[in-house]
């Protein structure tokens, strides 16, 4: 049976579905799970759906995340987005559900549901999504579209990066053309910044440390963040503003998480590889763009040895003198 119509099969199955994602949630991950959720209740109206994990205030124009009561685990369908291993899902016991589905875009980790679909090639879980809805019965309204839209532009930096191919075009096409979708309107949202956040930003890049080797990184701890009134979520995302600096091959934001009471680093390339760093750190992700978290920064230290170390091989692979 075709991947997408099993599924399908499931999602008409189950009267009750929960859908979660990654801890450390950004617009692709609140872009697939809240565009599903509209997609399935657009379908099947009489469904309980409800998308959970901790809510991310930068993100909440996405849409309103559900609380998480025990009652959700009877009887009930778990489909998880964007998050390869287990121990990054956010806000649920996988293991507890009657069936799990995981629909991903990153490199396989570990299986651990019933179903899974994972595609490495796709820009997005949000990608994936649409791609499901186009292939069965499910299906698409402008609220679904408008999220899963965010989703998409939000994993490929306005189809800036490596990732975006002819079919994220051809399937944010059909959106478009589907539901009249509004899609220039949608970006006010996604990049006005606070003043807060530009004085943070400015922060960032004056205190940015650049190795010889091309990685640039900074540590901010929570006093940094109170300072400037941003939470950590604020602090990793500012990892994507840092793209085009010379000389500067790969870079990493580390924040203190008091929440976690750890260290949360958000790691960025246009070169070197850097997802297996990040995996030996327990983190991991895209082979340019990544994520750790560790116990303190001291480990920090050690991670920022391995990625100048992946920079400087980097340029001597490549030549580059400067």
């Known amino acids: 049976m075709n991947i997408f119509k099993e599924i399908y099969k499931v999602i008409k199955k189950y009267d009750k579905i929960v859908v979660a994602r990654h801890i450390g949630a950004d617009p692709d991950a609140l872009g697939s799970t809240l565009g599903l959720k509209e997609a399935i209740l657009n379908t099947f109206p009489k469904k309980n759906v409800y998308v959970v994990g901790t809510p991310a205030a930068r993100h909440k124009y996405i849409g309103e995340l559900d609380k998480f009561t025990e009652d959700m685990y009877e009887n009930s369908l778990l489909i998880v987005l964007d998050t390869p291993d287990i121990k990054r899902v956010d806000g649920v016991d996988v293991n507890r559900f009657e069936y799990k589905i995981k629909i991903d ?7 651990y549901a019933d179903i899974e679909y994972i595609d490495d090639k796709a820009s997005s879980a949000s990608q994936l999504i649409v791609e499901l809805i186009k292939n069965t019965k499910l299906k698409l309204n402008r609220e679904a579209a408008e999220k899963l839209f965010i989703g998409i532009v939000g ?5 800036l990066y490596y990732y975006t191919t002819y079919k994220t075009f051809d399937l944010v096409s059909y959106m478009i053309k589907e539901t009249n979708l509004d899609f220039t309107s949608l970006y006010e949202n996604m990049y006005l910044r606070s003043l807060h956040d530009l004085r943070f930003q400015s922060y960032i890049i004056d205190n940015l440390t650049l190795t010889e080797d091309g990685f640039g990184y900074i540590k901010l701890d929570q006093d940094i963040l109170d300072e400037y009134g941003v939470d950590v979520a604020t602090a990793s995302n500012m990892s994507n503003n840092l793209t085009y600096i010379e000389n500067m091959y790969a870079w990493a934001v580390f924040a203190y998480d008091k929440v976690n009471n750890n260290i949360r680093g958000s790691i960025r390339s246009r070169g070197p590889i850097i997802n297996e760093i990040a995996s030996k750190y327990n983190g991991g992700g895209h082979i340019y763009a990544s ?8 480990v920090v230290d050690n991670l920022v040895l391995d990625l100048n170390e992946v920079c400087k091989k980097y340029k001597e692979d490549n030549n580059i003198l400067n």
């Open 105 to 111: 875009h990153h490199p396989f980790i570990e299986r």
């Open 155 to 159: 994993d490929t930096n306005r189809f």
């Open 291 to 298: 994520g750790v978290r560790v116990s303190d920064f001291d």
